[in-house]
Antibody
Framework: QVQLQESGPGLVKPSETLSLTCTVS????????WSWIRQPPGKGLEWIGY???????NYNPSLKSRVTISVDTSKNQFSLKLSSVTAADTAVYYC??????????????????WGKGTTVTVSS | QSVLTQPPSASGTPGQRVTISCSGS????????VYWYQQLPGTAPKLLIY???QRPSGVPDRFSGSKSGTSASLAISGLRSEDEADYYC????????????FGGGTKLTVL
């Protein structure tokens, strides 16, 4: 079955850019949407954004000015870049596979496969 | 400050029925489906309920979801110790260009 694995630096300095990659195994990245979600220590989940395998994206309005999500279908990977980070960006970052369809004229959107998550700390 | 509102905690004894509420607005729960995720300690979230009241394969029928207007609920019957976890509601929000919103999460304690 499909498995997701996040990778990237665990420590990022303030004002720098956080970069993470999610590798998809056991299935193709094509024909699906893929998202990033984060969870600050002791807090709830926050959706960052999604990308379709074709490259179209949609971001959380609260993070839109700092977020870029990209996809590399040849490597079966998608990536997250978050610029100008501060301590508030310290979190566990998850990648996930999305199921997005229209059901009776209503958007159905949920994450059905999740990676284990990777901890990113923003500190000098 | 989460867009969807959940109680921070809930509790029950083994065998009891517990409900967790999730309140939103017309742009999210009021016009879209609700989803519930279970996060066991130290693990990634797992889809528990989709499309308001549907259970993915493998989720016990002790878990059920409902929606009315701009609110939704997750019910867990026959509570078991392994149900102790954080539970999050989620929905698509139609405002701006559309995005996913989560509740702040409810920590369920099995006494």
């Amino acid at each position: 079955q499909v498995q997701l694995q996040e990778s990237g630096p665990g420590l990022v300095k303030p004002s720098e850019t956080l970069s993470l990659t999610c590798t998809v195994s056991g299935g193709s990245i094509s024909s699906y949407y893929w998202s990033w979600i984060r969870q600050p220590p002791g807090k709830g989940l926050e959706w960052i954004g999604y990308i379709y395998y074709s490259g179209s994206t949609n971001y959380n309005p609260s993070l839109k000015s700092r977020v870029t999500i990209s996809v590399d279908t040849s490597k079966n990977q998608f990536s997250l870049k978050l610029s100008s980070v501060t301590a508030a960006d310290t979190a566990v970052y998850y990648c996930a596979r999305d199921q997005i369809t229209m059901v009776q004229g209503v958007i159905q959107y949920y994450m059905d496969v999740w990676g284990k998550g990777t901890t990113v700390t923003v500190s000098s | 400050q989460s867009v969807l509102t959940q109680p921070p905690s809930a509790s029950g004894t083994p065998g009891q029925r517990v409900t967790i509420s999730c309140s939103g607005s017309s742009s999210n729960i009021g016009s879209n489906y609700v989803y519930w995720y279970q996060q066991l300690p130290g693990t990634a979230p797992k889809l528990l309920i989709y499309r308001n009241n549907q259970r993915p394969s493998g989720v016990p029928d002790r878990f059920s979801g409902s929606k009315s207007g701009t609110s939704a609920s997750l019910a867990i019957s026959g509570l078991r110790s392994e149900d102790e976890a954080d539970y999050y509601c989620a929905a698509w929000d139609d405002s701006l260009s559309g995005f996913v919103v989560f509740g702040g999460g409810t920590k369920l304690t099995v006494l």
